[in-house]
């Protein structure tokens, strides 16, 4: 079955089609990449419609769709609603703006067809992104290499008065070098006291004895990303840096190896958490345990103490205590795994032990 055909088999009743309009679900159901167009699904064909800069490329390589290119989109849409009798269409409606869905609005006012202005299709859609598929997984994994490789790399560059910049900068560089299509996120390399801020900004602030550098990275490879964080040590740390770096890990590891099918993505928030907290934490580790990765860098399953997701095989996720404190330091240890038969596969094969420079 395509996706297409799934989506549609998961209509709700009152619905009779569904109009795709982020780039990241018209990748996931045409596996064609572009930055503007939409999918109208229809219950008995898909249509991706797009203007002239992609008409060639989406006749070539768009799959489950007819493509249209379109001179007059109003009209395309209208022509479209009128040869199906469509009533009632589900949009996108955590993607969409007010203003696109104003516009829509207006498109089919002189229509049959209403706008169905619920989270049906999102939800539709987001089950089916939870669960990766063999060549999803394997294009994960392939990001992974990209950003693994970018961090031994790396630390050949992490030496006293190196810039925390210039040191993104790099591994950017190194990554695009590699095949990657892009970084996953802005990266996040980062020394001394700014560690203890979960999401600081590389500045021109320079690597110092007894330092840690603080580097969550990922690649973008083909559509999909990757993530992991790592925190290595520059010598003349403490002791404290040391026992607070393996209570994270210890978080880490732990964490992980709850892992299977079955149980719920906020227990193994709960591991982790209890160990951070347990050790006397409480208040220095305030996100999600982890996140789903995939065609966006943060989507489903969360592992939070809020999270409702049950976990099941061939979810990714991230695994990434950390403990931050202020004005001093922090310390995160990131891992993506994929949720197997029986327990979880890691995916960031980098050692986790202290590596000190
Ligand atoms: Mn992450």
Sequence with gaps: MTRIETLIKNFPANADAALITSGENRFYFSDFRSSA???L??????????????????????KNCKVIVYDNFSETICNLVKKHNLHNVLIERDNMTISELKTYENILKNTACNIIVNSALDNIIKDMRIIKSEQ?????????????????????????????????????????????????????????????????????????????????????????????????AINGVSQEQIDIYN????????AIKSIRPGIYAKDVDKIARDIIYNAGYE??????????????????????PKSKNILEKNMIFTVEPGIYLPNKFGVRIEDMVAVTENGAEILTSVSKELIII
Excluded: W
């Design 136 to 232: 999803e997984i394997e294009k994960i994994k392939a990001s992974q290499e990209i950003t693994e490789k970018a961090f031994y790399h790396i630390l050949d560059y992490i030496k006293v008065g190196v810039k925390e910049r210039d040191l993104a900068l790099e591994i950017e560089y190194f990554m695009k070098k590699c095949g990657a299509e892009n970084v996953a996120f802005d990266l996040i390399v980062i020394s001394g006291k700014k560690t203890s801020l979960p999401h600081g900004v590389p500045s021109n602030d320079e690597i110092k004895n007894g330092d840690f550098v603080l580097m969550d990275t990922g690649a973008l490879l083909d559509g999909y990303h990757s993530d992991m964080t790592r925190t290595v």
């Design 247 to 254: 209570i994270v890990l210890k978080a880490n590891t732990e």
């Design 283 to 304: 208040g220095c580790f305030g996100h999600s345990t982890g996140h789903g990765v995939g065609l966006q860098i943060h989507e489903y399953p969360v592992a939070s």
């Design 37 to 39: 167009g939409v999918i």
């Design 41 to 62: 699904v229809t219950r008995d064909i898909a249509y991706l419609i797009v203007d002239f800069r992609y008409g060639e490329a989406a006749q070539i390589s768009a």
